[in-house]
């Protein structure tokens, strides 16, 4: 993947007022790959039951498949995100999604993406489908 779209990309989610309200980091990418980390606090991300919000963890996968989709330089949208929760994180965790490129055509791709925690224990698993716009990346001039 291009060094130049990489960059973009690290500053677009260092940037992006979500992922910095939440305390994503983006930690690795190749085309087609993505890793994305953070902390489960749970003062900030706790549900009506005292456990991980279905959204904070659903959100770390959105940024792992957002930033995985664009490693090929043009925009893409997600059309569909399945996700099973197969286990609540312990307070403070580190949480870590990885998305991988499963087939890619012209118009459409697929990602599996998973999140662990600190022990590699699988909190989350997703199955996403994302439209390939063609446009290019907005905050990415080619060399």
């Known amino acids: 993947m291009d060094d130049?779209?990489?960059?973009?990309?690290?500053?677009?989610?260092?940037?992006?007022?979500?992922?910095?309200?939440?305390?994503?980091?983006?930690?690795?990418?190749?085309?087609?790959?993505?890793k994305?980390?953070?902390?489960?606090?749970?003062?900030?991300?706790?549900?009506?039951?005292?456990?991980?919000?279905?959204?904070?963890?659903y959100?770390?996968?959105?940024?792992?498949?957002e930033t995985s989709c664009q490693t090929h330089g043009t925009v893409a949208v997600a059309l569909n995100v399945n996700v099973s929760?197969?286990?609540s994180p312990k307070p403070g965790a580190h949480l870590i999604a990885e998305a991988r490129e499963i087939t890619?055509?012209?118009?459409?791709?697929?990602?599996?993406?998973?999140v662990t925690d600190d022990d590699g224990r699988l909190i989350a698993s997703a199955k996403t489908i994302a439209y390939r716009t063609g446009k290019p990346i907005p905050f990415y001039d080619k060399p």
């Open 104 to 114: 890619r055509s012209k118009k459409i791709a697929h990602y599996d993406i998973s």
């Open 85 to 87: 929760y197969t286990a």
């Open 36 to 57: 994305v980390e953070m902390t489960y606090l749970p003062d900030e991300m706790d549900n009506i039951y005292q456990r991980a919000h279905g959204g904070a963890i």
């Open 4 to 34: 130049k779209l990489k960059k973009a990309i690290f500053n677009a989610v260092e940037n992006e007022p979500f992922a910095q309200k939440l305390g994503i980091k983006l930690v690795d990418l190749a085309l087609g790959y993505s």
């Open 59 to 65: 959100s770390l996968i959105d940024e792992a498949f």
